[in-house]
């Protein structure tokens, strides 16, 4: 049983696939060979070819060979930044029309989350698939493999404030109660000590599960579109009244997506 910190990795992103690349190759001029010429990642290819498909009389494999150049190659008609693609996008999530951005998926690894999180996390439903490390399964006794269970502590216990932090002072019940982490680590232990008693006297993990407390970590792989994702930070970002460790989820997903579709990152500046 250890106090862990939360990581978050991308694991898949918006990809084109290979037949699709040589479609489009065959249809491009031979200078414009593919789609890193234009300019488009694989998420702008997906993105213009959904949203071109709702006006466009080309059908939706044609759209980034016949259409691709003059929104890639062209600056924003608009006056803003970037080009002509990125002014379409904008004007799409401005307008409301960002179904058309659910077409571009990710999947994250997040571990070392707490329970509680968790369950602020799967509140988010529409867009989101969640598959999340069973307590039923996974045995969190300090025999088992996994060495009992690993916990979260939240921010205002582990650095104190006015409001979570006690100053070490005795009571009027003569009672030193310490700091607030030592008091929060205290029952971490002994929220372990009963799960093994449970474990130990023939209770099922299932149920000896009932004791494990909410800073309890848990690990999982999530698949989120664009229009959810943005959706989600923009109720969960710093400033929103969000609670701390699911802001800094948030932050990591935005940091994450912006890594590798840079043009997303207007986006989650604006929800």
Not at 37 to 51: C, K, N, R, S, Y
Request: glycine content about 8%.
């Amino acid at each position: 049983m250890v106090e862990t910190k939360m990581n978050v990795q991308l694991l898949a992103k918006p990809a084109l696939t290979e037949s699709f690349y040589s479609h489009i190759s065959r249809k491009l001029d031979e200078q414009d060979t593919d789609l890193q010429i234009i300019g488009a990642t694989d998420g702008q290819a997906v993105a213009l070819t959904a949203i071109r498909t709702c006006y466009s009389a080309n059908k939706p494999t044609e759209i980034v060979a016949k259409e691709g150049a003059k929104y890639f190659g062209s600056k924003a008609s608009d006056g803003g930044t970037g080009t002509d693609a990125d002014r379409l996008f904008r004007h799409i999530v401005r307008s409301g029309h960002s179904s058309t951005l659910e077409h571009i998926s990710f999947t994250f690894a997040i571990e070392g989350v707490s329970r509680a999180l968790l369950a602020q996390l799967t509140r988010h439903r529409v867009g989101f698939s969640f598959s999340v490390q069973s307590q039923r399964y996974v045995r969190m006794g300090s025999d088992d493999r996994s060495g009992g269970f690993d916990y979260v502590v939240p921010g205002k216990v582990e650095h104190g404030s006015e409001q979570a932090h006690f100053q070490r002072r005795e009571m009027s019940d003569g009672v030193d109660y310490g700091y607030a982490d030592e008091i929060f680590r205290e029952a971490m232990d002994n929220a372990q000590y009963y799960y093994d008693m449970l474990r130990k006297s023939g209770v099922p993990a299932e149920d000896a599960r009932a004791v494990l407390p909410n800073a309890a970590a848990t690990n999982l792989v999530m698949t989120a579109n664009l229009t959810a994702l943005l959706s989600f930070y923009s109720k969960r970002k710093k400033g929103r009244g969000a609670q701390a460790e699911i802001t800094e989820l948030a932050e990591a997903l935005r940091r994450e997506v912006v890594d590798v579709e840079p043009w997303t990152s207007q986006f989650f500046e604006e929800v």
